[in-house]
Every structure is written in structure tokens, then in C-alpha cells.
């Protein structure tokens, strides 16, 4: 796995590089669907990305949020499953909560993660056993289990909705920052304690994000609890998601299933 690593981090980095060219100067976006931008800075990374992982690994599938879907991927044991810029709203409004995220699955499962931001430089990185890393220092969840106590990093638009609104009291903080891999980044590094979105989510919003977690000593689950897997058929994950420590994550799914959430 070590050379897949080694191949994903430059990748990431060539990918970032490529997108602070456009980043706050004159770019193309258009909407592939409401509210879900696209930019050219979105496409070129991609095209990077693929050109780089996929010409040193062709037997390996490829899942891309800016790349046609193919049914050949289901057939393969190893898929890399990519975000080339997630956070696009925040690339676009010139704030740096984006990054280029890059998973490799294995039999379903996440066994390596990369996520790159190119404006703060921060390098996270993970594989399966091995543990995860920031800028090359291990890392690990917070053991915090108190939600009184706890940093919870939610999503920018399910603020804007008011989905948070009945969950204000039960934290300590309600951090929304944009990004759901950054994010999910940011909680296997400590910098909060629980990670949560209260709607469906595409796996390549997370799958590196699972790994770096997963390494981190948490666990990612959907707000059933159930575990999440890769390379399915229908690549949206839902109702929602959950990650921290187990014991955090236990207590927070306990809060947010006590009501209905609002759709």
C-alpha cells in the first residue's frame, strides 16, 4: 500500500496546485443540479487526477464526482474513489474550507484516505493499520464522551436550513464549516470532537474521510448506525452520518434520533 500512498499524495498535490491557479481569479461554474455547482477548476482536477492514479493503476476502478459512472467499476477489488474538489461553494466564495480528496477501496472498505488543502497546505493521510497522520504527525479522535463538552463540526447549508436549531443546547459548540471531507478530516485530527450531517451524503464526500477516522481510533456511521461500505451500485449514503469516538458518537446519534428530522 505504500506506493499507492506515495502515488495519492502527489496526485493530491498536483490537483491542488492545478486548483489555487484558479482559486480567487477568473473561472467557468455552472450548476450540474440546484445548489451543486461546478467549476472548471472542479473539471481539471479531475482529469489529473485520473490521468495520474489510473495511468499507474489501470486494473483499479474508478468512482469520480466529476466523471461519467461506469458499471465496470462493480467489478473490481480495488476502486479509487475520488473527490478532486470537495467544497466547491466555499473554493468559490474564496473561503479555504476545501480539498482534494482521494480514497482507495478495497472489498468494499476504505484501506487508504488522502485529503490535501491547498490554501493551509494541510496534508492528511491514512492506510489501513498504519494509522493517520497531519503533515506527517499521528493523529488521533478526541476521547471526549460528554456532548455538553463537545466540538461538533456540522454542514454550512443544514445551518442556513435550520436543521441544527433543536441540537443548539445539547453542545458545546456547533462549528459549520464547508466541506464534509475537510471536516471529517478535521475530526480524526482532534481539531473538534464529532463530526455530523444531518443529510444524505455521496461516497466520495467520506471515503477518505472513513479512513482517516477509522485510523484515527473513531468510527463512521450512518445515523441508523449501521456501517458504511464503497463502490455500491447507488453511491448515496443516507439518512445521514456520524464520526468521532465510538463512545461520542454513541451519545450523538442518541440525541439527534430522539426527534424527526426535518427534510
Given at each position: 500500500?505504500?506506493?499507492?500512498?506515495?502515488?495519492?499524495?502527489?496526485?493530491?498535490?498536483?490537483?491542488?496546485?492545478?486548483?489555487?491557479?484558479?482559486?480567487?481569479?477568473?473561472?467557468?461554474?455552472?450548476?450540474?443540479?440546484?445548489?451543486?455547482?461546478?467549476?472548471?477548476?472542479?473539471?481539471?482536477?479531475?482529469?489529473?487526477?485520473?490521468?495520474?492514479?489510473?495511468?499507474?493503476?489501470?486494473?483499479?476502478?474508478?468512482?469520480?464526482?466529476?466523471?461519467?459512472?461506469?458499471?465496470?467499476?462493480?467489478?473490481?477489488?480495488?476502486?479509487?474513489?475520488?473527490?478532486?474538489?470537495?467544497?466547491?461553494?466555499?473554493?468559490?466564495?474564496?473561503?479555504?474550507?476545501?480539498?482534494?480528496?482521494?480514497?482507495?477501496?478495497?472489498?468494499?472498505?476504505?484501506?487508504?484516505?488522502?485529503?490535501?488543502?491547498?490554501?493551509?497546505?494541510?496534508?492528511?493521510?491514512?492506510?489501513?493499520?498504519?494509522?493517520?497522520?497531519?503533515?506527517?504527525?499521528?493523529?488521533?479522535?478526541?476521547?471526549?464522551?460528554?456532548?455538553?463538552?463537545?466540538?461538533?463540526?456540522?454542514?454550512?447549508?443544514?445551518?442556513?436550513?435550520?436543521?441544527?436549531?433543536?441540537?443548539?443546547?445539547?453542545?458545546?459548540?456547533?462549528?459549520?464549516?464547508?466541506?464534509?471531507?475537510?471536516?471529517?478530516?478535521?475530526?480524526?485530527?482532534?481539531?473538534?470532537?464529532?463530526?455530523?450531517?444531518?443529510?444524505?451524503?455521496?461516497?466520495?464526500?467520506?471515503?477518505?474521510?472513513?479512513?482517516?477516522?477509522?485510523?484515527?481510533?473513531?468510527?463512521?456511521?450512518?445515523?441508523?448506525?449501521?456501517?458504511?461500505?464503497?463502490?455500491?451500485?447507488?453511491t448515496i449514503i443516507k439518512p445521514g452520518l456520524v464520526a468521532g469516538n465510538p463512545e461520542a458518537v454513541r451519545k450523538t446519534l442518541t440525541i439527534l434520533t430522539e426527534r424527526p428530522?426535518?427534510?
Open positions: 500500500m505504500n506506493s499507492e500512498l506515495k502515488l495519492a499524495v502527489q496526485a493530491a498535490r498536483e490537483a491542488g496546485d492545478l486548483i489555487l491557479t484558479y482559486y480567487k481569479a477568473d473561472y467557468e461554474i455552472r450548476d450540474k443540479s440546484y445548489h451543486n455547482p461546478v467549476t472548471t477548476a472542479d473539471n481539471a482536477a479531475d482529469a489529473r487526477l485520473k490521468e495520474i492514479l489510473r495511468g499507474a493503476y489501470p486494473d483499479y476502478g474508478w468512482l469520480s464526482e466529476e466523471t461519467v459512472d461506469s458499471r465496470e467499476r462493480l467489478s473490481r477489488e480495488r476502486v479509487w474513489v475520488v473527490d478532486p474538489l470537495d467544497g466547491t461553494k466555499e473554493f468559490i466564495e474564496g473561503v479555504p474550507n476545501f480539498v482534494v480528496s482521494i480514497a482507495l477501496v478495497e472489498n468494499r472498505a476504505p484501506v487508504l484516505g488522502v485529503l490535501f488543502n491547498p490554501v493551509t497546505k494541510e496534508l492528511f493521510t491514512a492506510v489501513r493499520n498504519g494509522g493517520a497522520r497531519l503533515n506527517g504527525k499521528v493523529i488521533h479522535c478526541t476521547d471526549k464522551s460528554d456532548p455538553a463538552e463537545m466540538i461538533i463540526l456540522n454542514s454550512r447549508s443544514e445551518t442556513r436550513r435550520g436543521l441544527w436549531d433543536p441540537f443548539r443546547e445539547q453542545f458545546a459548540s456547533l462549528d459549520a464549516i464547508g466541506s464534509v471531507a475537510y471536516k471529517l478530516g478535521l475530526t480524526s485530527a482532534g481539531k473538534a470532537d464529532i463530526f455530523a450531517s444531518l443529510r444524505p451524503k455521496n461516497e466520495w464526500d467520506i471515503c477518505a474521510g472513513h479512513c482517516l477516522i477509522s485510523e484515527a481510533g473513531g468510527k463512521l456511521v450512518d445515523l441508523n448506525g449501521k456501517d458504511v461500505t464503497y463502490n455500491n451500485e447507488v428530522l426535518v427534510s
